[in-house]
């Protein structure tokens, strides 16, 4: 079992920046590839950045291309997601998920789940 704890949100206004962390309770957690999800109301859960293991080449959508930056710290079992330039369309509560392996972008393939944190950017 794995147990994810975000943190780190909060309501910014635009061209700010925000780290989130993730933190994990797995003793096994550089086998885990983790991911950031987020949702905003009345859309999907999207894939917002995904690692497999710390140095390997991240994974992040489009729309977040040279804002965002995920990385991980398997000595403290935490994953970090730097987010700069911060725009409204970014508002959403943001989740981290882990899954054994791989990284995946469809977030059925993960099995745990932290709870979310909220995100809000102001014009």
């Known amino acids: 079992q794995v147990q994810l704890v975000e943190s780190g949100g909060g309501l910014v206004q635009a061209g700010d920046s925000l780290r989130l962390s993730c933190a994990a309770s797995?003793?096994?957690?550089?086998?885990?590839?983790v991911a950031w999800f987020r949702q905003a109301p009345g859309k999907e859960r999207e894939i917002v950045a995904a690692?497999?293991?710390?140095?390997?080449?991240?994974y992040y959508a489009d729309s977040v291309k040279g804002r965002f930056t995920i990385s991980r710290d398997d000595a403290k079992n935490t994953v970090y997601l730097q987010m700069d330039s911060l725009k409204p369309e970014d508002t959403a509560v943001y989740y981290c998920?882990?899954?054994?392996?791989?990284?995946?972008?469809?977030?059925?393939?993960?099995?745990?789940w932290g709870q979310g944190t909220q995100v809000t950017v102001s014009a």
């Open positions: 690692i497999t293991w710390s140095g390997g080449t991240p």
């Open positions: 998920a882990a899954r054994s392996g791989r990284y995946r972008v469809d977030p059925s393939e993960y099995n745990y």
């Open positions: 797995a003793r096994t957690f550089n086998r885990y590839a």
